[in-house]
Each structure stands twice: as C-alpha cells, then as structure tokens.
C-alpha cells in the first residue's frame, strides 16, 4: 500500500536529524565563542552544592526502586507493541475469519491477554513493588 | 464586571501579534523555498540538473518551515505562560520590554546567547554537551509527521507523512529522556543525578498510559496514519474523536435530512438506529474517549515535565533538576525544546481527538449561513494570489487557522494546570500512575474494544 520514498527518509533522518542538531552545535560554538566571554576558574567551575563546597563523589547511590519500575515497564512497553498490529487489525478480523462468532473473537482473545498482563501487575502490586516508601 | 479585563485584552494582544509574527515568517519561508524558488526555475526551461534542485527545494521546506517556527514559537509560548500565570496570580508579568512587555523573550533570548558558558569540574564533557542536542532534535523530528495532518495534506508538506505516523511520533517522544538521563548523570552534581532518574522513572510510568490512549484512538480509526485519522473526522465536531470518533455520525446526517425536509422525527430515531445494544455502546464510547483525552493529557503533561509533574526539575527541592549545570546555549536548548515539546504535545491531542484542521461546524450548520457567496467573492478577488502565485492555499489556510486556534487553546489548558495544581511529591506520583492511570487505561481499552464490536457488528 505505501511505499517509504527514499526522499521521506532522506528528510526524517538527515535534514530532520542531523541537520538541526549539527546546525545547534555549531550555532552555540559559533555565537558563545563569538559573543559570550569564556574565563573560567576554579571556584566558577565547582559543581554547584548550595554555595558550599561539594561534600563528596556526586555519583551517589540510589534507590534500587529505579529498577524495579524499568522491569515493570519494559513488560507493558513489549505488550503495546503486541497491541499495536491487533489494535490494526480488529476491523479485518471477521473478514478473515467467518461467521457471527467471528466478531467476538479478537475481542475475547485480546481479553484474555490483558487478563494475564493484570494478572501480573496485580501480583507486582501485592509484592508492594509498586510502593515507594516501604 | 470582568475583573483584570485590561489585562486580558493585553493577553489577547500579544497573542495575536506573536502568532503574526510567528506564522508570517513561517509561511513567507515555506512559499519562497517551496513554491516561488522552484516556479522561476521551472519557468527557464530547465535542464534535469536545475529541475533536481526544484525538487530538492521542493523537499526541503518543510524542515526548514520547522526550522523557522520552532525558536519563533518558543518565545511566544515563553511570553504566553508568563503573562497568563501572571493573570492567573493576579499580578503584573513581564511588561517593560517592549509595547506590553512584547519583546520580553527576545530579549532573554540575546540574553542567554551572551552568557558564559560553563563545563563544571569533573563533568564529561562530550555528554555534557551531547545531551542539549539529544534532547532537543527528537522535538524536530516529533513535528514533521503532524505537518502534513495539520497542513490538510498540503502537496509541500505530504512527504512528511508517513503510514506509521503516531508510532513515529511516540517512538521520537521517549528518547528526550535518554538526553536527560545524559544531563542529569554527566554534571557531576548530586541534584543533576537526581534529576535525572525521577525524569526517567517518572518517563516510563506515563508512558503506559500515553501510549495505550493513542493505540485506543487508533484502534477506534484503525490506523496510524495521522493525516487519515484527521480526514475521517472532517465535517463538523460530531464526527471528532472526542465524541467517540464517528459514534454520532448517524445523527449528524440525520440532522442534515431534517433540516432538509423539516422532519425532525428521524433525529430521534438516530439515536437508536439498531436497537439498545448500539446506543449503550456509542454511549460507552463517547464516555471513553473523554476518559481517553483526560489520560493522553495526564501522561502528556508527566511526559514533557510540566507541573504539576514537574519533579525532575522540582525548584525547591532539587535546584533546577537536570539542567542545575547548564548555562547559556546549551540551557536554551534545554528551554527551547522543553516547549517546543508542549506544542507537539497539543498538536497530537488536536489531530487525535479534535479533528486536526476541521473546523467544528457541521456542515448542515454551515449551509445556514450565507457564507457560499462571501467566499465566492473572496475567491474572485485573490483568484491572482491563489491561482498564479500560488501565495496561499484556501484548504490549508483555513486547517492552519483552526489548527492554531485549538492548539493554543491546549496550551493555554496546560498554563492553566500549571497555575492550578500544586506538585506531586514522588510517591504519589509514582501510586497515581502505576495503581490509578495504567489499570484505568487497560480498562478503558477493553471498553472500547467490545463496545466498538457492538457497532461494527450493525454495519456502521
């Protein structure tokens, strides 16, 4: 039905990507060199902490919930992508399969799918992997 | 009677004349390069060298129309929200640069441009310096596959459309926050660091939500393509997908029959045109779609930062987030895109659910209004500028003109949001969108799947 042109994707990944993203850097070298004054020192350079001086590595450590939360969505993200071509297709669907039944299949499939999927967020939720403050 | 009313006339003066001043270069842009430059050389009997560059030129103005609008739209939409805050807080906003404060943002701009910029000791610089540019080229990509939707498919900006339109949208949509991520971990500071993973985990919780509402109206249209999902709700706001997306169409032709032979009797039958099982669910999916709407904002408003979820770069908790260490350029980047963002957020609620560039009278409505000759008249006074100097386009001027009233209107939903809603603290952020946003999004799903088997199954 369409065809990618090789133009469409001259434009979306050069003159879309790399073009304004090059024209970005070059425009704030070109304008802060020009315009701009550059006299650095050290006490300018200190990573900012409150106007004191930084007590220690910033590379702190953090919550391990940050995790727990990328785990979850990496399961949901994957199940929109099964989603995405059903959601499509739902009105083809009788025209593949036969018959009055035929309508209710997809939705009752798609059902069942998302069933599971509740299933396990539900257990994630029970497991209190969903609870910020324990 | 209408308290601060100077003040509003004020607002609505700077919009007007910023939306001037925005759209005038834009289309000035987009006409010399695309349709003026390429006329004259076609118009020397060209070689297939000279013919290769029209069409070059030909290509390359959408991105360049883009590439005008974006910092032009930035500081307006700077100007806007400080002046609307302003007369949500009942207090005066920026009003000395300039006629009213007009030229305010200008100037920050030449301001930031003058800035020094600094690389903190100890931050890596490469990334320090990649992660403004990240941030800010998916924004660009993000708004080329809306143009040609919100363009009405103008022939100059047809090649950005492309068939898997919305999923290229939300796929350039989710990396912004790698840029954060970048920023927040290359600055060598704790309140950057800090930043940066609430930006993501706060990223990845609404994503879900965002994502399942835009699969559900494009289940309810059946494609991804932008452009047709702004074509099937043409002809008025009975036909947007707001309202369930084509769930009242009957009614709207059966308004059109009535007027036609005064029998208003079929109105009523066109509520229930196959029996209770199709009223329930048009009902269910006009319900739905609102609930639709209501999470797609949600999520968008959590997506691009804006309060109240605001947390990675929450002012009295974390300085200023992510970009604590960023000055100058680079910080108005991070500035530039953050709205820019704002506006594509608006436009993909616009094409999505309020018909793109229809505009919301049905036709029935509009047959009752002596219109057909004024625009006759119109068009044959500007028949010149139409038709030999292809100025302007009537179908796409008049989608641009309601396209920008119903995306400013968005925008200015989301100033007052910001103006309203105190911020979330991080817990309940992350309750609200796990426990609250996801299951009712899966719900509204489901709902939308059966009640639309419902309707299909009468052959609407």
Same mark, same amino acid.
């Given at each position: 039905?369409?065809?990618?042109? =090789?133009?469409?994707?001259? *434009?979306?990944?050069?003159?879309?990507?790399? @073009?304004? #993203? %090059?024209?970005? &850097? $070059?425009?704030?070298?070109?304008?802060?060199?020009?315009?701009?004054?550059?006299?650095?020192?050290?006490?300018?350079?200190?990573?900012?902490?409150?106007?004191?001086?930084? =007590?220690?590595?910033?590379? *702190?450590?953090?919550?391990?919930?940050?995790? @727990?939360? #990328? %785990?979850?969505? &990496? $399961?949901?993200?994957?199940?929109?992508?099964?989603?995405?071509?059903?959601?499509?297709?739902?009105?083809?669907?009788?025209?593949?399969?036969?018959?009055?039944?035929?309508?209710?299949?997809?939705?009752?499939?798609?059902?069942?799918?998302?069933?599971? @999927?509740?299933?396990?967020?539900?257990?994630?939720?029970?497991?209190?992997?969903?609870?910020?403050?324990? | 009677?209408?308290?601060?009313?100077?003040?509003?006339?004020?607002?609505?003066?700077?919009?007007?004349?910023?939306?001037?001043?925005?759209?005038?270069?834009?289309?000035?842009?987009?006409?010399?390069?695309?349709?003026?430059?390429?006329?004259?050389?076609?118009?020397?009997?060209?070689?297939?060298?000279?013919?290769?560059?029209?069409?070059?030129?030909?290509?390359?103005?959408?991105?360049?129309?883009?590439?005008?609008?974006?910092?032009?739209?930035?500081?307006?939409?700077?100007?806007?929200?400080?002046?609307?805050?302003?007369?949500?807080?009942?207090?005066?906003?920026?009003?000395?640069?300039?006629?009213?404060?007009?030229?305010?943002?200008?100037?920050?701009?030449?301001?930031?441009?003058?800035?020094?910029?600094?690389?903190?000791?100890?931050?890596?610089?490469?990334?320090?310096?990649?992660?403004?540019?990240?941030?800010?080229?998916?924004?660009?990509?993000?708004?080329?596959?809306?143009?040609?939707?919100?363009?009405?498919?103008?022939?100059?900006?047809?090649?950005?459309?492309?068939?898997?339109?919305?999923?290229?949208?939300?796929?350039?949509?989710?990396?912004?926050?790698?840029?954060?991520?970048?920023?927040?971990?290359?600055?060598?500071?704790?309140?950057?660091?800090?930043?940066?993973?609430?930006?993501?985990?706060?990223?990845?919780?609404?994503?879900?939500?965002?994502?399942?509402?835009?699969?559900?109206?494009?289940?309810?249209?059946?494609?991804?393509?932008?452009?047709?999902?702004?074509?099937?709700?043409?002809?008025?706001?009975?036909?947007?997908?707001?309202?369930?997306?084509?769930?009242?169409?009957?009614?709207?032709?059966?308004?059109?029959?009535?007027?036609?032979?005064?029998?208003?009797?079929?109105?009523?039958?066109?509520?229930?045109?196959?029996?209770?099982?199709?009223?329930?669910?048009?009902?269910?999916?006009?319900?739905?779609?609102?609930?639709?709407?209501?999470?797609?904002?949600?999520?968008?408003?959590?997506?691009?930062?804006?309060?109240?979820?605001?947390?990675?770069?929450?002012?009295?908790?974390?300085?200023?987030?992510?970009?604590?260490?960023?000055?100058?350029?680079?910080?108005?980047?991070?500035?530039?895109?953050?709205?820019?963002?704002?506006?594509?957020?608006?436009?993909?609620?616009?094409?999505?659910?309020?018909?793109?560039?229809?505009?919301?009278?049905?036709?029935?409505?509009?047959?009752?209004?002596?219109?057909?000759?004024?625009?006759?008249?119109?068009?044959?006074?500007?028949?010149?500028?139409?038709?030999?100097?292809?100025?302007?386009?009537?179908?796409?001027?008049?989608?641009?003109?309601?396209?920008?009233?119903?995306?400013?209107?968005?925008?200015?939903?989301?100033?007052?949001?910001?103006?309203?809603?105190?911020?979330?603290?991080?817990?309940?952020?992350?309750?609200?969108?796990?426990?609250?946003?996801?299951?009712?999004?899966?719900?509204?799903?489901?709902?939308?799947?059966?009640?639309?088997?419902?309707?299909?199954?009468?052959?609407?």
């Amino acid at each position: 039905m369409y065809e990618l042109q =090789l133009t469409q994707i001259v *434009i979306f990944v050069f003159a879309g990507f790399a @073009l304004p #993203a %090059l024209g970005m &850097i $070059l425009l704030a070298w070109i304008l802060q060199n020009v315009l701009g004054y550059h006299q650095p020192n050290a006490m300018k350079n200190q990573p900012y902490e409150c106007g004191m001086k930084p =007590l220690q590595e910033a590379l *702190i450590q953090f919550e391990i919930r940050y995790y @727990l939360y #990328a %785990l979850l969505f &990496i $399961l949901f993200d994957i199940e929109i992508i099964f989603i995405i071509p059903w959601a499509l297709a739902t009105d083809t669907l009788p025209s593949i399969v036969s018959g009055d039944e035929a309508l209710w299949l997809g939705p009752v499939e798609m059902l069942i799918f998302l069933t599971i @999927l509740a299933v396990g967020l539900a257990y994630a939720w029970k497991k209190g992997a969903l609870e910020w403050e324990n | 009677m209408i308290p601060n009313a100077p003040e509003i006339g004020k607002l609505a003066f700077i919009i007007a004349f910023w939306i001037c001043a925005i759209f005038l270069p834009v289309w000035a842009v987009s006409w010399a390069v695309g349709v003026f430059l390429p006329m004259i050389i076609e118009g020397q009997n060209p070689g297939p060298e000279l013919a290769l560059v029209a069409d070059i030129l030909r290509t390359a103005t959408p991105i360049l129309s883009v590439l005008v609008f974006i910092p032009l739209n930035a500081m307006f939409m700077v100007l806007y929200e400080r002046r609307a805050l302003a007369l949500f807080t009942v207090r005066m906003g920026p009003n000395r640069v300039g006629p009213d404060g007009l030229l305010q943002t200008a100037a920050d701009a030449v301001k930031l441009l003058l800035k020094e910029d600094i690389t903190p000791r100890g931050a890596d610089a490469v990334i320090f310096t990649l992660a403004p540019i990240v941030f800010f080229a998916p924004s660009i990509i993000g708004i080329l596959p809306i143009l040609a939707a919100i363009t009405n498919n103008h022939p100059l900006f047809a090649i950005t459309n492309l068939p898997t339109g919305i999923f290229f949208v939300l796929a350039s949509a989710s990396i912004p926050l790698v840029a954060l991520v970048m920023a927040g971990w290359s600055s060598n500071n704790k309140y950057s660091l800090v930043g940066g993973l609430r930006a993501a985990a706060q990223a990845i919780s609404y994503e879900i939500p965002l994502v399942l509402s835009l699969v559900t109206v494009c289940l309810m249209a059946g494609t991804l393509d932008v452009v047709k999902i702004a074509q099937q709700q043409d002809g008025g706001f009975l036909n947007w997908n707001i309202l369930g997306g084509g769930a009242l169409r009957g009614l709207d032709a059966a308004i059109a029959t009535a007027l036609k032979n005064q029998d208003w009797a079929p109105v009523i039958q066109a509520f229930y045109p196959y029996g209770a099982a199709s009223f329930v669910a048009a009902i269910v999916l006009i319900f739905c779609s609102h609930i639709l709407l209501g999470l797609y904002l949600t999520g968008a408003c959590a997506e691009i930062n804006r309060i109240p979820f605001d947390l990675p770069e929450a002012e009295s908790e974390l300085v200023s987030g992510y970009n604590t260490e960023y000055s100058g350029m680079k910080f108005a980047i991070f500035f530039l895109a953050e709205f820019t963002n704002l506006f594509i957020v608006s436009c993909i609620a616009t094409v999505m659910f309020f018909g793109g560039g229809d505009n919301p009278f049905p036709q029935w409505f509009l047959d009752q209004l002596p219109l057909a000759g004024i625009q006759a008249g119109l068009g044959s006074a500007l028949s010149f500028l139409i038709n030999d100097m292809r100025l302007v386009d009537p179908d796409t001027f008049w989608a641009a003109i309601w396209v920008i009233i119903k995306v400013y209107s968005l925008v200015f939903f989301a100033i007052l949001i910001r103006g309203t809603l105190p911020r979330f603290r991080i817990d309940q952020l992350m309750d609200f969108g796990w426990k609250r946003l996801v299951p009712l999004s899966l719900i509204a799903f489901l709902l939308v799947v059966f009640a639309r088997v419902l309707v299909v199954s009468h052959g609407y």
